[in-house]
């Protein structure tokens, strides 16, 4: 059963499904009557939480579409000063601008030049 695949967590309400090894070929896995049935199975038994996927980057690999296909909304994680901006824009086109639900600056540097200015304002932080 789905319950003793699951590992509690310290944290209210959030349980981890630990993904195993890497399959042979995880979009085919990712677009199965089997992964549609977990999910469907999860949501429904755990509906006051979100399911969270956490896949490779996009670029990496090909099974984002089909992970885009299987959820609600897609939270990118981008690295600053790394992810190719081109990148992104080819995954919103591909996947659709509607499915994100948001975007992680990974790896900002607040003491950046690139900053434009900003902490000049660090003193009401500090008060």
């Known amino acids: 059963p789905l319950s003793s695949l699951l590992l509690k967590t310290n944290v209210d309400k959030l349980t981890i499904l630990p993904g195993g090894k890497p399959p042979q070929n995880p979009a085919e896995l990712m677009s199965s009557n089997h992964m549609s049935k977990l999910l469907k199975e999860i949501t429904s038994k755990y509906s006051d939480r979100y399911i969270i996927i956490d896949s490779p980057p996009p670029h990496l690999t090909s099974e984002t579409r089909v992970i885009a296909r299987q959820v609600d909304g897609i939270l990118l994680v981008v690295k600053s000063g790394s992810t190719d901006r081109k990148m992104v824009e080819e995954l919103l086109e591909m996947i659709g601008k509607e499915k994100v639900l948001g975007v992680v600056l990974n790896c900002f540097d607040l003491s ?14 500090n008060s």
């Open 112 to 125: 950046s030049t690139r900053y434009y200015g900003y902490n000049k304002y660090s003193k009401y932080k």
